[in-house]
C-alpha cells in the first residue's frame, strides 16, 4: 500500500487478504473498516477519497479475521433479538436460535407482570436474562456461570441495559449457587459431544460452553435431575438437534405434566419446555 492510505484503497487491500478464508470478503473488509473508523456504511460511500490513519491497528483486525477468528469477538460485539450487545472471547457468542429459547419461556409466562424468581444456568454473555428481564418488569432473575470470564461479559452488558438491580450474577456449577425458591429455570447448557469435529471458527469460542460431555446432553441430564430435585415448576433449555428421544426416554415416568419440544428455523429439534 502506498504512504497516504485512503478509503478505497484500503477496502481494496482488506478484500485481497481476507478473500481466500472469508467467503463475504469485500462487506467485512467494510465491516472491518467502519469499525476502525467509527462511522457508518453511508459514510464510507461517500468519503471514497479519506485518510485512513493507523493502519497497522486496521490490518492486525483483518489478520485475525483471515485466520478465521469470529468476527464478534474482533468487533466486540453481537447482534440479538434486534438489540447489540458486548461480545468477548471467554463468552460463548449467541446464535438465532436462542431467541426462540426466549419465545419459549414468553409463551410459558400467562401474566407477564408476574413477581417471579427466574434463574438461568449458563448466562455467557448475559443476553437471554437481559431480554427476559425487557420483555417481564416484575421477574427477579439470577444468572449462574463457571466461567469467571464469561460473569464479567455479562456484567458489562447488564451495566449497558441498566439492569444491574434486577439481575443478579452467582459463580458456581449449574443450580450449586442457587438456595432461592425457583419459578422458572431456563438455560442454553453445552450440548455437543467431546467427539464431535467443529467449524474452525469455533476453537475461538470457550469450549466449556460448548462441549457437554461424552455423550453431549449430560449437562442437560445434570439439569432435570435439579429440577426433579428442587421441585422447579417450569424448565425450559436449548438441546442439540438429535437429544429429543434421549431427554424423552430420561424423562419417562417421571411426574410431569408436561413435555413439549419447539424447533429452531431450519426445522430441525431444538430445545423443549418441561412442566412439572
Known sequence: MSSRHIVKDVLKELTGRLKESIPRASREAQLLLMHHLGVDELWLLMNQDEEVKDIEKL????????????????????????????????ALIPRPETELLIDEVLKNIEDKNAKLT??????GSGIISIMLAKFLP????????????????????????????????????????????IDYLVSNPPYIASDASLESNLSYEPQNALF???????????????????K??????EMGYDQKDKIRSYLNNRPLESLNFYK????FDRGFTLRL
Open 59 to 90: 490490518l492486525e483486525m483483518a489478520y485475525r479475521r483471515a485466520k478465521n477468528e469470529p468476527l464478534e469477538y474482533i468487533l466486540g460485539r453481537v447482534s440479538f433479538y434486534s438489540e447489540e450487545f458486548y461480545i468477548d472471547r471467554g
Open 118 to 123: 427466574i434463574v438461568e444456568v449458563g448466562v
Open 138 to 181: 416484575n421477574v427477579k432473575f439470577i444468572a449462574v456461570d463457571i466461567s469467571e470470564v464469561a460473569l464479567s461479559v455479562a456484567r458489562k452488558n447488564i451495566t449497558k441495559f441498566a439492569l444491574e438491580h434486577r439481575i443478579e450474577l452467582r459463580h458456581g456449577s449449574l443450580l450449586e449457587p442457587i438456595v432461592e425458591k
Open 212 to 230: 457437554g460431555g461424552n455423550v453431549g446432553d449430560e449437562i442437560i441430564k445434570e439439569l432435570l435431575d435439579g429440577v426433579l430435585k428442587a
Open 232 to 237: 422447579i415448576n417450569l424448565f425450559s433449555c
Open 264 to 267: 429452531d428455523y431450519s426445522d
